[in-house]
T-cell receptor, first 110, second 115 residues
Framework: GNSVTQMEGPVTLSEEAFLTINCTYT??????LFWYVQYPGEGLQLLLK?????DKGSNKGFEATYRKETTSFHLEKGSVQVSDSAVYFC?????????FGTGTKLQVIP | GAVVSQHPSRVICKSGTSVKIECRSL??????MFWYRQFPKQSLMLMAT?????????EQGVEKDKFLINHASLTLSTLTVTSAHPEDSSFYIC???????????FGPGTRLTVL
């Protein structure tokens, strides 16, 4: 079946540091890929998505590129802020269902 | 994105009692809703898919008699945890499906603690 593997956290960075959260997937067919963010005490919010190979999703300074050859969808941001502190989930949607990774907690310190 | 509400946000109950969690789609009529369970430091696990006007489809390993799902209207789905036990303590999250582009919107979750 489908699966998503993302790097374990927590990840602690200083403000303005570069962020990478790795995500790889296993899926049949051509899934859509997503990054969701969960702020403390809140539900999941869609951060960005890509629906086909080589697509780049971007939002709020975050980017991720759908790499079919490496089955990856790594999340990057050039300069993180304290307000980016949250849990980030990589996910894929195959036929109807969404499969989530285990989440990576990001803590940005001033 | 679309707004999904859940009620209650937190509930504490005694072992053996039943707890009902409501999920409402506030911005559109959702024929399909999903219920997830999230364990600490773990991913969201899909429990069941709820379709308006029909029986829910449960994932393997999820007891349908324990986790009763009712999707009686296009804006409301309920999850009832029957005869709750401490091992049912978890964070339950619902999600609506917007069929126009198959995008999912998530509720804020309900923290269930069974004593």
């Amino acid at each position: 079946g489908n699966s998503v593997t993302q790097m374990e956290g927590p990840v602690t960075l200083s403000e303005e540091a570069f962020l990478t959260i790795n995500c790889t997937y296993t899926a049949t067919g051509y899934p859509s890929l997503f990054w969701y963010v969960q702020y403390p005490g809140e539900g999941l919010q869609l951060l960005l998505k890509a629906t086909k190979a080589d697509d780049k999703g971007s939002n709020k300074g975050f980017e991720a590129t759908y790499r079919k050859e490496t089955t990856s969808f790594h999340l990057e941001k050039g300069s993180v802020q304290v307000s980016d502190s949250a849990v980030y989930f990589c996910a894929l949607r195959g036929y109807q269902k969404v499969t989530f990774g285990t989440g990576t907690k990001l803590q940005v310190i001033p | 994105g679309a707004v999904v509400s859940q009620h209650p946000s937190r509930v504490i109950c005694k072992s053996g009692t039943s707890v009902k969690i409501e999920c409402r789609s506030l911005d559109f009529q959702a024929t399909t809703m999903f219920w997830y369970r999230q364990f600490p430091k773990q991913s969201l696990m899909l429990m069941a898919t709820s379709n308006e006007g029909s029986k829910a489809t449960y994932e393997q390993g999820v007891e349908k008699d324990k986790f009763l799902i009712n999707h009686a209207s296009l804006t409301l789905s309920t999850l009832t945890v029957t005869s709750a036990h401490p091992e049912d303590s978890s964070f339950y999250i619902c999600s609506t499906l917007w069929r126009t582009n198959n995008e999912q919107f998530f509720g804020p979750g309900t923290r269930l603690t069974v004593l």
